[in-house]
């Protein structure tokens, strides 16, 4: 699993206007048309693999949050608490492809409180960072007004983008596909992030990080409760940490595959053919596994 933050960190979200893509140099994603979302939530799933040469479109930023991590004073740690539920593949993937339910967690507003249910895909480079991509939807407390959204984040940037032309709502169910691009034999290679809807695949970011065209690869549903500064003033940590929580209903995941190579096969996310560690539950949140590793879900526990 991979922290957005750790006990000596804390971040701040900054708004920053974006008036739409953020492309490398000969990035071929960059001439892909934009996409007009106009349809509700697709009910039917993908019919075939994304492509960036056919029926594809780029999809539109409304908002990035630049996350900025500045040290807290010595011997104060983040009242906060985190959890994370789900599985994180032992070996390396070039492709997580899935399908992710859609729910109203009870997040706070005018906190740092969030929700997200999303795909990852990261590498450990040592001295204790992480690189990484993920992609999902997600509900956070310092903006959005209380609503689900489709995001990205990516440690290029250190950003969430957000994408608020695809309204989703509690019930809905989206398609989220992570992949790599071909083993370029340089440090950084390209990975992209895909949202299946209507009848065609929108590319949601394609970044250039340090991974090869494999690396491990995540599903998780994450929850991050804010102590609210102030409202526990007093209370010891532990107690903090204890009351910082809220609701999250079940949240589930299903059809969840992995690709062995760019462009190879996807295969199902199994307990016997994918090796995987799991977060099955911490502060009143539990993972329910109908099946290991392709169909569960996880929320509040009961």
């Not at 971040?11 to 349809?39: E, H, K």
């Not at 960036?52 to 996350?67: E, G, I, K």
């Not at 690709?259 to 199994?270: D, E, L």
């Amino acid at each position: 699993m991979t922290l957005r933050w750790l006990p000596r960190i804390a971040l701040v979200a900054v708004l920053i206007a974006t008036s739409g893509w953020t492309a490398f140099n000969d990035d071929p994603a960059a001439r892909l048309p934009l996409c007009r979302p106009g349809q509700p939530a697709p009910d039917s799933p993908p019919t075939e693999p994304p492509s960036l040469t056919r029926d594809a479109c780029r999809a539109r930023p409304t908002s990035v949050q630049h996350v900025r991590a500045t040290p807290l004073p010595a011997g104060l740690r983040s009242p906060g608490s985190y959890s994370h539920l789900g599985a994180t593949s032992a070996g390396p993937w070039s492709g997580v492809l899935g399908r992710i339910g859609v729910r109203d967690p009870a997040v706070r507003k005018d906190t740092l409180d969030f929700t997200a249910a999303r795909f990852m895909a990261r590498r450990d480079a040592g001295d204790g960072h992480t690189t990484w991509l993920e992609a999902g939807w997600a509900e956070t407390g310092w903006s959005g007004g209380g609503r689900q959204r489709i995001y990205t984040y990516d440690t290029n940037r250190n950003s969430w983008t957000f994408f608020e032309d695809y309204k989703i709502h509690s019930g809905d169910q989206i398609w989220i596909y992570l992949e790599s691009g071909p083993d370029s034999g340089q440090l950084a290679n390209e990975w992209r992030a895909w949202l299946w809807w209507g009848d065609k695949w929108h590319l949601l970011a394609s970044q250039r990080l340090p991974l090869t065209s494999s690396a491990q690869v995540e599903q998780y549903v994450e929850v991050y409760a804010d102590a609210k500064p102030g409202s526990l003033s007093g209370e010891p940590p532990e107690v903090q940490s204890a009351l910082a929580s809220y609701s999250v209903p079940p949240i589930a995941f299903d059809n969840v595959q992995v690709k062995s190579a760019p462009g190879g096969q996807a295969q199902f996310w199994r307990a016997d053919s994918v090796p995987s560690t799991t977060g099955d539950g911490s502060a009143g949140y539990c993972v329910d596994w109908a099946t290991r590793f392709d169909t569960w879900s996880a929320g509040d526990c009961g």
